[in-house]
């Protein structure tokens, strides 16, 4: 894969624009999105499958700007969502409703009469009290709703932190296998049910190909024994997950598509399945850059604190998750000693970081930083914390820059709330 941000002339560069020219027209701090580097992952993902019925269900939560999703629908992905609102923003976009599937532990009747009511592929089920709701819902709506099984395999998948495992038994999400089985047997005696595909999602960032082919040596038990009972299904949903690299280049390497893809023909062909793929972070995570400009170098007692524009409510990931991003200069400063740094947010917490303990060049106060691989759950966790405007974000594409969501100002800090008093 190319470079998604090279350095050209000292300074680094998307789609030929340099990222000093983007921080100045549009301010910091400031996300950019190189959306034909996105257009690239999507490739790598179909070349991997080639071959194969695939349904590549873009995540909606890693990135949600509508830009991005109007692009993903004119690539001819749909959407895996988890709300009404990524159900609204997925469709405002484009995104063809026959491509969505819809995820999450708590839809409500509400969101599952949205579903109905647009057409989405499918509800990907998590409990039998959902799949009951659902029944009545569909029931209400005088149609018929198609859904998968979310199944829960327990299985501990390898990824970075436990708040991002969702494979095994002590998480809130999927059912037993043994008790999807009976769940679909349930579902084939309602008219308001169709049991369309069978679904798992085991976690985040995980960067073996392994625990793909046993989640999927799962489903594939299940989706025999169903077979054999009479009730055929169309798809087989593998979730999303697939890691990228967050250090350094070179540092470490990324989950090798080819080779999952390689191990999971055989089991998708016997199957005769339509394979759904979920891939957040991988489509647009290393696509994306977040530009923070330093404020302040401060040389605190034993430790130098470079203080940026951009912390904890603008990159969520260094602080929830202990997440390591790569941090450069934008421009090369030859001659600037390396030395330790804790890189830091203005929000009023300790644990407002980006980085810490990290060797880099010492920046100056005016300097621009770039934090790497935040394309994905980068603008999208952000937070009014502190009453923080939410940063811009602009995309690249073709050599051209454009806006595609504006800085918050301070009015939309406020809207929406009223002193219910006479000011004055
Ligand atoms: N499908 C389901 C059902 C999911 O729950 C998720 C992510 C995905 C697909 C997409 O996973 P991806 O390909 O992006 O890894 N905020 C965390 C990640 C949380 C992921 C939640 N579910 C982070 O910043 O690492």
């Given at each position: 894969?190319?470079?998604?941000?090279?350095?050209?002339?000292?300074?680094?560069?998307?789609?030929?624009?340099?990222?000093?020219?983007?921080?100045?027209?549009?301010?910091?701090?400031?996300?950019?999105?190189?959306?034909?580097?996105?257009?690239?992952?999507?490739?790598?993902?179909?070349?991997?499958?080639?071959?194969?019925?695939?349904?590549?269900?873009?995540?909606?939560?890693?990135?949600?700007?509508?830009?991005?999703?109007?692009?993903?629908?004119?690539?001819?992905?749909?959407?895996?969502?988890?709300?009404?609102?990524?159900?609204?923003?997925?469709?405002?976009?484009?995104?063809?409703?026959?491509?969505?599937?819809?995820?999450?532990?708590?839809?409500?009747?509400?969101?599952?009469r949205a579903g109905l009511r647009e057409g989405i592929y499918a509800f990907n089920v998590e409990s039998e009290g959902e799949l009951?709701?659902?029944?009545?819902?569909?029931?209400?709506?005088?149609?018929?709703?198609?859904?998968?099984?979310?199944?829960?395999?327990?299985?501990?998948?390898?990824?970075?932190?436990?708040?991002?495992?969702?494979?095994?038994?002590?998480?809130?999400?999927?059912?037993?296998?043994?008790?999807?089985?009976?769940?679909?047997?349930?579902?084939?005696?309602?008219?308001?049910?169709?049991?369309?595909?069978?679904?798992?999602?085991?976690?985040?960032?995980?960067?073996?190909?392994?625990?793909?082919?046993?989640?999927?040596?799962?489903?594939?038990?299940?989706?025999?024994?169903?077979?054999?009972?009479?009730?055929?299904?169309?798809?087989?949903?593998?979730?999303?997950?697939?890691?990228?690299?967050?250090?350094?280049?070179?540092?470490?390497?990324?989950?090798?598509?080819?080779?999952?893809?390689?191990?999971?023909?055989?089991?998708?062909?016997?199957?005769?399945?339509?394979?759904?793929?979920?891939?957040?972070?991988?489509?647009?995570?290393?696509?994306?850059?977040?530009?923070?400009?330093?404020?302040?170098?401060?040389?605190?007692?034993?430790?130098?604190?470079?203080?940026?524009?951009?912390?904890?409510?603008?990159?969520?990931?260094?602080?929830?998750?202990?997440?390591?991003?790569?941090?450069?200069?934008?421009?090369?400063?030859?001659?600037?000693?390396?030395?330790?740094?804790?890189?830091?947010?203005?929000?009023?917490?300790?644990?407002?970081?980006?980085?810490?303990?990290?060797?880099?060049?010492?920046?100056?106060?005016?300097?621009?930083?770039?934090?790497?691989?935040?394309?994905?759950?980068?603008?999208?966790?952000?937070?009014?914390?502190?009453?923080?405007?939410?940063?811009?974000?602009?995309?690249?594409?073709?050599?051209?820059?454009?806006?595609?969501?504006?800085?918050?100002?301070?009015?939309?800090?406020?809207?929406?709330?009223?002193?219910?008093?006479?000011?004055?």
């Amino acid at each position: 894969m190319t470079a998604p941000f090279p350095r050209l002339g000292g300074v680094l560069h998307s789609g030929g624009i340099s990222l000093e020219s983007l921080a100045d027209r549009f301010g910091t701090p400031l996300y950019v999105y190189d959306l034909d580097q996105v257009r690239e992952s999507l490739r790598r993902f179909e070349d991997a499958f080639a071959g194969m019925d695939l349904l590549l269900a873009y995540s909606v939560k890693a990135n949600g700007n509508l830009a991005v999703l109007h692009r993903m629908a004119q690539w001819g992905a749909g959407a895996d969502i988890v709300s009404g609102g990524e159900l609204f923003r997925a469709r405002q976009a484009g995104i063809p409703a026959d491509r969505i599937v819809f995820a999450g532990v708590a839809k409500t009747a509400e969101e599952m009469r949205a579903g109905l009511r647009e057409g989405i592929y499918a509800f990907n089920v998590e409990s039998e009290g959902e799949l009951r709701r659902l029944e009545a819902v569909a029931a209400e709506e005088g149609t018929v709703a198609p859904f998968a099984m979310r199944v829960n395999p327990d299985i501990v998948s390898p990824t970075p932190h436990e708040y991002t495992r969702t494979g095994h038994a002590q998480t809130k999400f999927g059912v037993p296998m043994g008790r999807a089985l009976d769940l679909y047997r349930e579902a084939a005696r309602s008219s308001h049910l169709w049991a369309r595909g069978i679904d798992v999602h085991i976690g985040s960032q995980i960067l073996d190909a392994g625990p793909f082919v046993q989640a999927l040596d799962h489903v594939a038990t299940l989706a025999r024994s169903l077979r054999s009972e009479g009730v055929l299904l169309e798809f087989l949903d593998l979730g999303g997950g697939y890691g990228v690299r967050y250090g350094e280049a070179g540092s470490e390497r990324e989950l090798d598509l080819e080779e999952l893809a390689e191990r999971m023909k055989p089991t998708v062909a016997e199957l005769e399945l339509r394979l759904v793929l979920e891939p957040g972070r991988s489509l647009v995570g290393p696509a994306g850059v977040l530009l923070t400009r330093v404020e302040y170098v401060k040389e605190g007692q034993g430790k130098t604190f470079v203080i940026v524009d951009g912390g904890m409510t603008e990159l969520l990931r260094p602080s929830h998750y202990g997440g390591y991003h790569a941090i450069e200069p934008v421009r090369a400063r030859p001659g600037a000693e390396t030395r330790p740094v804790d890189v830091v947010g203005p929000i009023c917490e300790t644990g407002d970081f980006l980085a810490r303990d990290r060797s880099l060049p010492l920046p100056q106060a005016g300097d621009l930083l770039a934090v790497h691989t935040a394309g994905a759950y980068g603008f999208a966790m952000a937070s009014n914390y502190n009453a923080r405007r939410r940063p811009a974000e602009v995309v690249v594409e073709g050599g051209e820059a454009f806006l595609v969501r504006e800085r918050e100002s301070l009015e939309d800090l406020v809207r929406g709330e009223r002193i219910p008093w006479p000011v004055g």
